[in-house]
C-alpha cells in the first residue's frame, strides 16, 4: 500500500480506493506482468498496469497513473481476477478439436473484434502473398482514416494490434511507408497526444513497428533510410520505436549494426543494447568511461553484466548509496548498515550519500530487520540517521526513526515541523499521553486545514484526527467538538458521510444538533 500512494499520491489513491470499495471493477485479468482491467466511472474505461513500477495506462482522460490503475491494482492484491498465465498454460495440454471449438465460440461472441486478427496462413507458416496484400491494404486503409483528424487511443489500439497480430508478415516497404506517414503527418493527426493529460498515447504502434523491422533480412542502407527519417522528425514522434531497439529480442538479432544505432540512442539506452546484444565488453568499457551518466545508473548498468563486477566498481568509486540500496533490495542488511557506518565515518564519504528519502529508509528498515545488530549500535546509528534526516527535512522518516529508537523527547522536535498527513497523525498518536494539551491542539488544527483541503482522503484523515482526540478527550468534551465541527462544516456532505462509516452519525433536528454513536 506504501508503494501504491507513493506512486500515485494520497489523493489519487483514495479515489482509487473507493472505486474498489463501491465495486466499480468489472474485471481484471493478468498476463505475463501486465494487469488488464476494465472499470465503471463516467464511462467504462480500459486500463492496463504494470507490475513492475505500478505504472498504469488508462483510456480515461486523465490517461496515466489514474484511480481507475488504483482501483485494479487493489483488486488484484484482493485476489478477484483471472489469471491469464494459467489459462494460457492449460490450452498448451488442449486438443485441435477443443481450440477449434473455443475460437469459433470466440468469433460467434464477436465477429468484428477478432476475424480481422485469424486470417489464415500457409501450412509452413509463411504468408502468402494475398495476405500481404490484404494486411498491406488493410494498415494503409486505416491510416487514411487519420490524415486530416484527431487519432484516438481506440485507433491506436486497433492499429498496434493489428501489426503485432501479422509483424512476420509485414514488408520492410509498408513499415518504412508507415513510420513515413506518421512523421508527416503528425500535426494533422494530432500527435497522438492528450491535452488533458499532457501526455502521449501511441507508443505502442512504434513499439510494434520496431519489432517487426528487427525480424526483417536488413541492409545497412536500412538504416540510412532509419536516418533520414530521424532527422525528418521534428517532434519526437520516432522516439518509441528506437527506445524499443534496446528489448532483448531485437538488440539480439541486430547486434551487427550497433555502429548504425548509437546514433538514435542516448549513452544509457545504447550500453543496455551491447548488454542485450551479447557486448557485454563494449558495454563496460563505456560505463567505466561515461561519467555523465551518474552513479546509480552506472552501477545498475554494470549490475546487468556481472554482479560481483559491479560491486567491486562500485566500492572503487566510492558509490556508498547504490550500495547500500543494492543490499537493502537483496536483503543483505548487515551489509547496509556496514557500508553505512563507513559512510559517515568521514566528511568526504558522507558528502557523497544521496540526499534521498528512501535511501535512509532502507537504513532504518535494514535496522530493524538485522537481528545481529546489538542496542547500543543500533540507537548510534539511529540517531545518526535522524541527525541526517532532521537536517535534510524529511521530517516522515524522523517520525519513524524516533518511534524506533525510542526518544520521545527527539520526537517533540518534530511537531512544529511538517511532516505529511500520515507521519503527523503518527506522531501525534504517538505523543498523546505525555503532550496531551499541545497533541489536542495540533490534532484540532490538523483535521480544520484537512477539511478546508477537501476531497475523500482529506476527509477520511480528519476523521481520524477526531478518534486520535477521542483518546484524550472526555466523552462530553469529544462529543462536543464534532458539534462543534458540524456548526462549521455542516454542508461538507462527503465528510460526515465517513465520519458514518466510522459510526458516528451528526445532524441537525430543529436547532439542535444531535450525535448518535453506534455501539
Same mark, same amino acid.
Not at 279 to 286: E, R, Y
Not at 498 to 506: C, H, S
Given at each position: ?150 487519432? =484516438? ?89 528506437? =527506445? ?276
Amino acid at each position: 500500500m506504501d508503494e501504491l500512494k507513493q506512486t500515485y499520491g494520497d489523493r489519487i489513491f483514495a479515489r482509487g480506493k473507493g472505486y474498489f470499495d463501491e465495486g466499480r471493477v468489472l474485471t481484471v485479468v493478468k498476463y505475463r506482468n501486465t494487469l488488464f482491467g476494465e472499470v465503471t466511472g463516467t464511462e467504462r474505461y480500459k486500463t492496463e498496469v504494470d507490475l513492475d513500477d505500478f505504472q498504469c495506462k488508462c483510456s480515461c482522460p486523465y490517461h496515466l497513473n489514474c484511480k481507475h490503475g488504483v482501483a485494479v491494482l487493489l483488486q488484484y492484491f484482493s485476489g478477484n481476477y483471472t489469471d491469464g498465465d494459467e489459462v494460457m498454460a492449460s490450452i498448451e495440454y488442449a486438443s485441435t478439436d477443443d481450440l477449434k471449438e473455443l475460437i469459433e465460440r470466440l468469433v460467434n461472441a464477436n465477429p468484428l473484434e477478432l476475424l480481422p486478427y485469424l486470417m489464415p496462413l500457409k501450412e509452413t507458416g509463411s504468408a502468402n502473398e494475398k495476405l500481404v496484400k490484404e494486411v498491406d491494404k488493410q494498415l494503409k486503409t486505416m491510416l487514411k482514416r487519420i490524415e486530416y483528424c484527431y487519432a =484516438d487511443m481506440v485507433f491506436v489500439q486497433d492499429f498496434a494490434r493489428l501489426i503485432k497480430t501479422n509483424e512476420e508478415i509485414l514488408t520492410k516497404e509498408l513499415i518504412f511507408y508507415i513510420l513515413k506517414f506518421l512523421v508527416e503527418n503528425c500535426e494533422d493527426y494530432g500527435y497522438f497526444y492528450n491535452d488533458y493529460a499532457d501526455d502521449t498515447f501511441g507508443d505502442d504502434i512504434f513499439k510494434n513497428l520496431c519489432d517487426s523491422f528487427a525480424m526483417q533480412q536488413l541492409e545497412e542502407r536500412d538504416f540510412v533510410r532509419l536516418q533520414e527519417l530521424y532527422s525528418a522528425d521534428n517532434y519526437g514522434m520516432l522516439v518509441p520505436f528506437f =527506445d524499443r531497439l534496446v528489448e532483448e529480442a531485437n538488440a539480439t538479432r541486430l547486434r551487427g549494426f550497433d555502429s548504425y544505432i548509437e546514433r538514435f540512442l542516448d549513452e544509457s539506452s545504447f550500453i543496455r543494447f551491447l548488454i542485450n546484444a551479447g557486448k557485454t565488453g563494449n558495454a563496460s568499457a563505456l560505463i567505466e568511461r561515461k561519467t555523465s551518466l551518474g552513479e546509480q545508473t552506472r552501477f545498475g548498468l554494470y549490475l546487468k553484466i556481472d554482479r560481483a563486477r559491479a560491486i567491486e566498481f562500485a566500492k572503487r568509486n566510492g558509490f556508498y548509496s547504490s550500495l547500500i540500496m543494492h543490499y537493502h533490495e537483496t536483503g543483505e542488511h548487515k551489509n547496509v548498515i556496514g557500508l553505512f557506518e563507513e559512510a559517515i565515518a568521514t566528511k568526504t564519504n558522507r558528502e557523497r550519500l544521496s540526499e534521498g528519502y528512501y535511501l535512509y529508509k532502507a537504513v532504518l528498515d535494514s535496522i530493524k530487520k538485522f537481528k545481529g545488530i546489538d542496542a547500543a549500535r543500533a540507537r548510534t546509528t539511529l540517531e545518526e540517521v535522524f541527525s541526517i534526516c532532521y537536517e535534510l527535512k524529511h521530517y516522515d522518516l524522523c517520525v519513524d526513526v524516533g518511534m524506533q529508537l525510542p526518544d520521545k523527547e527527539l520526537l517533540s522536535r518534530l511537531i512544529p515541523k511538517k511532516p505529511g498527513v500520515e507521519a503527523k497523525l503518527k506522531l501525534l498518536d504517538y505523543l498523546k499521553d505525555d503532550m496531551p494539551e499541545v497533541v489536542e491542539q495540533e490534532l484540532k488544527e490538523l483535521a480544520e486545514s484537512l477539511i478546508e483541503r477537501k476531497g475523500d482522503y482529506a476527509y477520511a484523515k480528519a476523521v481520524e484526527c477526531s478518534f486520535v482526540l477521542r483518546k484524550i478527550l472526555d466523552d462530553v468534551a469529544w462529543q462536543e467538538y464534532i458539534k462543534g465541527l458540524y456548526e462549521r462544516h455542516s454542508r461538507k456532505n462527503n465528510l460526515w458521510r465517513e465520519f458514518k462509516r466510522k459510526g458516528v452519525t451528526v445532524m441537525r433536528r430543529n436547532r439542535d444538533i444531535v450525535l448518535e454513536l453506534k455501539s
